[in-house]
Nanobody, 124 residues
């Protein structure tokens, strides 16, 4: 049984940092992504990482501030968030996909498994 469990969310002041973790169990995945959803808004792609970790893509609004990494030995993906802004406030989800080609990685519907989400709140 596949499970994705996020942790690390919380309340932080603007300009601060948080690191989210996503521990996968049940199998390994080539591509794992992070998405977020703010109240009243659609789920938004944040970034994705390939198995070799040399491939990462980010949405423009987080480039230079967020970094995705992974530890394949632990089957865990991380989202390091620096220089946080109030507009980063959202429920953050980890997602994993069975597709092994780099296509539509920004599309939530291309992911097969999702975590329960972890709340990130950035105060101004």
């Amino acid at each position: 049984q596949v499970q994705l469990v996020e942790s690390g969310g919380g309340l932080v002041q603007a300009g601060g940092s948080l690191r989210l973790s996503c521990a996968a169990s049940g199998r390994t995945f080539y591509y794992m992504g992070w998405f977020r959803q703010a109240p009243g808004k659609e789920r938004e792609f944040v970034g994705v990482i390939g198995r070799s970790a040399s491939m990462t893509y980010y949405t423009d609004s987080v480039k230079g501030r967020f970094t995705i990494s992974r530890d394949n030995a632990k089957n865990t993906v991380y989202l390091q968030m620096d220089s946080l802004k109030p507009e980063d406030t959202a429920l953050y989800y980890c997602a994993a996909r069975l597709l092994v080609i780099a296509t539509r990685y920004y599309d939530a519907s291309s992911y097969d498994y999702w975590g329960q989400g972890t709340q990130v709140t950035v105060s101004s």
